[in-house]
């Protein structure tokens, strides 16, 4: 498991999204707490390639009291959804900088490769195989640390 707190923006915030999708079927957005009508702009946008969403007391890297569940929207990756999430994300660690929906996760095959907590300065990456995780570390620095596998997210 490795660590970058890294806040990648511009042609690199491109490039580490390309390896993301490249290598993602799915990827998470969540619905910040002040979230408002452009949120839901966006959410609409995003819609057509929604999976599933989910009201929840834990996400990656995040726990929440019972009366304050965190909304989870999962999306299907597609070059369409894909671009939206390009378009919008203006980095890595700040998202779309208003906290509307932050904390960009990827999943494989229902299971969390790489989460962030944007305002926490948040960023694991679990790679699934040694060529994975070159492609990260060739962008940006990471830290390898000790596997937090209670936050590797597997959804069902």
């Not at 923006?9 to 969540?30: G, H, I, K, M």
Request: overall charge negative; proline content about 3%.
């Amino acid at each position: 498991m490795y660590r970058t707190e890294e806040n990648i923006e511009n042609e690199q915030l491109r490039e580490f999204l390309d390896v993301c999708f490249s290598y993602a079927d799915v990827f998470s957005l969540t619905k910040g707490y002040f979230a408002d009508a452009e949120t839901e702009k966006m959410l609409d946008r995003l819609r057509p390639y929604l999976i599933k969403d989910i009201k929840t007391t834990h996400w990656f890297s995040y726990y929440v009291m019972p009366d304050n569940k965190k909304h989870v929207y999962l999306f299907k990756v597609c070059p369409e959804s894909r671009e939206i999430v390009i378009e919008l994300y203006k980095s890595l660690l700040f998202g779309m900088g208003d906290e509307s929906l932050e904390d960009l996760c990827f999943f494989r095959d229902k299971k969390l490769f790489l989460g962030t907590v944007s305002h926490e300065i948040i960023c694991f990456l679990y790679p699934v195989d040694d060529e994975m995780a070159l492609a990260f570390k060739r962008i940006c620095d990471w830290e390898e640390v000790d596997d937090i596998s209670a936050e590797q997210i597997v959804y069902d």
